[in-house]
């Protein structure tokens, strides 16, 4: 499986500010997501990072408050836009490892950035 | 709308039970069903995963028992250890060509006891 790291880790920001959090893989993807996490429930997904062109988003997700940026098949980022209270979760990116063998695309997630908005 | 039920919410087990975690879909598109194991403040790690196409995928202690038309798919722990205590996630997707874009269950906590 790929090794991923994001960061910051965690951050604790100001209302009405922006958050930049940054995803590493240690190896060529082919596809990047980005999740979020409210605190204890489930994940749901922001948007698919696109290489070479604009992210596509989920249905209540837009660019403007999520902007994604994805330079190359191993680096994306994320920014959280005009932070309120709400935007307060983890975030987490994810790839895709293809497996040949049987098709599967086994995803992988990283640690997360825990983002608290005061 | 809530497209992949998951229950329970929580779960206690004793040590050395068995630990049975059930989710049930809507789409009959999805074609890939995995479970995920998260434990605090780290991101969830696929535990184990299955296809429509076989009815169980035994791995280790986890097994994925699925039921293609009751729109069902169940985890099951054998032995269960104390070290298993985490957060399971069910998730279902349908692979294209624009990625495997997985909708994730509620969560169930389990807590397995000495």
């Known amino acids: 499986s790929a090794v991923i790291s994001q960061k910051p880790s965690r951050d604790i920001c100001q209302r009405g500010t922006s958050l930049t959090i940054q995803c590493q893989v240690d190896s060529q993807v082919t596809m990047m997501f980005w999740y979020r996490q409210q605190p204890g429930q489930s994940l749901t997904l922001i948007a698919t990072?696109?290489?070479?062109?604009?992210?596509?988003?989920e249905s209540g997700f837009v660019i403007d408050k999520f902007p994604i940026s994805r330079p190359n098949l191993t680096f994306s980022t994320l920014t959280v836009s005009n932070m309120s209270p709400e935007d307060s979760s983890i975030y987490l990116c994810s790839v895709e490892s293809l497996k040949a063998v049987v098709s599967y695309n086994e995803q992988f997630f990283g640690p997360g950035t825990r983002l608290t908005v005061l | 709308q809530q497209q992949v039920k998951q229950s329970p919410q929580s779960l206690i087990v004793q040590k050395g039970g068995i630990s049975i975690i059930n989710c049930a879909y809507e789409n009959t598109a999805f074609d890939y069903f995995p479970w995920y194991q998260q434990f605090p403040g780290k991101g969830p790690a696929l535990l184990i995963a299955i296809r429509p196409d076989v009815s169980e995928k035994k791995e280790g202690r986890f097994t994925i028992s699925f039921n293609k038309s009751a729109k069902q798919f169940s985890l099951h722990i054998m032995d269960s250890q104390p070290g298993d205590s985490a957060t399971y996630f069910c998730a279902a997707s349908r692979i294209t060509g624009g990625g495997n874009k997985l909708t994730f269950g509620t969560g169930t906590q389990l807590k397995v006891e000495l």
């Open positions: 990072a696109n290489q070479g062109s604009e992210a596509t988003y």
